[in-house]
């Protein structure tokens, strides 16, 4: 069984982030420590990142990249034909990935089953291994700190990899401002 990562993507007033730590690994093995799982799309405009199986996510990535496209950068669009074509393929609705998928408007969390979720407050998510414990540091320092958006994520992801043994504090980043 393959356990690989931690992703989390937060909405600041200041900027839109997402971040993801290194590690790959494979039952009690650590295969990779400073695997890159995000990426910037649509010409740096959308900002993705993948939790899962490895070759699952390049398919959930070549394929949203392609309707992203389709929409001319829409994500709201996007995600949206994103699940009406997943749901037609039965294949792909076996896919061991998920992605957080966001811009400087909108966050949503993308599964390998389909759904499209965008979190409550619209602006924290976190998925993979360590994703329960990112998301609790980022809302502890989102409602009690004054970092920025930057400082919220990769804070949380090192209390993540200092909890998660699936996860390790080799951390990167994209940022979008206005």
Known sequence: ????????????????????????????????????????????????????????????????????????????????EFSKEWRKDKVLRKLEAMMLVLNRDHIFLLSGTGDVVEPEDGKIAAIGSGGNYALSAARALDKFGSLSSEELVKESLKIAGEICIYTNTNIKTYTLTD
């Open 1 to 80: 069984m393959f356990h690989a990562t931690t992703i989390l993507a937060y909405r600041g007033k200041d900027a839109a982030v997402i971040g993801g730590d290194g590690q790959v690994s494979f039952g009690s093995t650590i295969l990779k420590g400073n695997a890159t799982k995000i990426r910037k799309l649509y010409g740096g405009k959308i900002l993705a990142g993948f939790a899962g199986s490895t070759a699952d996510a390049f398919n959930l990535f070549d394929m949203f990249e392609r309707i992203l496209d389709g929409v001319k950068g829409d994500l709201l669009k996007a995600v949206i």
